[in-house]
């Protein structure tokens, strides 16, 4: 009980300054908590899967989360390849279910659009900041 109020008054002291502050710090903070949530998602499959396999799924979310920040429209272009990596691997791997695919591009995907609509609001940001 007392780790989880010390976990809680740390977190506040993080997030309450970000969301004050707003924009990068902001982004930034929502950018970490996507990658730490996916990382504990993917701790889901670690016993069941082939390791190589995790890391692989780990990696192409983060070469995603990287290009969503250069070029919105060819993360979601590369989210169609993962999902037929996903498939590939439920092809190849018997213990691979397909709750899990599903499981696994619903949250890439929606963490990817999470990332993608913060930095939309980004640029609203700015464009509100020059016409004021």
């Known amino acids: 009980m007392k780790q ?3 976990t809680a008054i740390l977190l506040i002291l993080l997030v309450v300054p970000c969301v004050i502050i707003g924009s990068y710090p902001f982004y930034l903070l929502a950018m970490a ?8 998602i993917m701790r889901l ?4 899967w082939p390791k190589w396999a995790v890391y692989s799924i780990y990696l192409f979310f983060l070469l995603t989360v990287v290009l969503a920040i250069i070029d919105p429209l060819k993360a979601i272009s590369l989210s169609i ?3 037929m990596y996903l498939f590939l691997l ?3 791997f018997p213990q691979i279910q397909f709750e899990h695919i599903g499981l696994i591009f619903m949250i890439y995907f929606l963490a990817i659009l999470t990332v993608i609509s913060l930095l939309i609001c980004q640029k609203i940001d700015r464009m509100v900041v020059v016409l004021i």
């Open 45 to 48: 499959f670690d016993q069941k």
């Open 81 to 83: 390849v993962f999902l």
């Open 33 to 40: 908590f996507i990658c730490l949530a996916s990382y504990e």
């Open 4 to 6: 989880r109020v010390i």
């Open 90 to 92: 439920l092809i190849i």
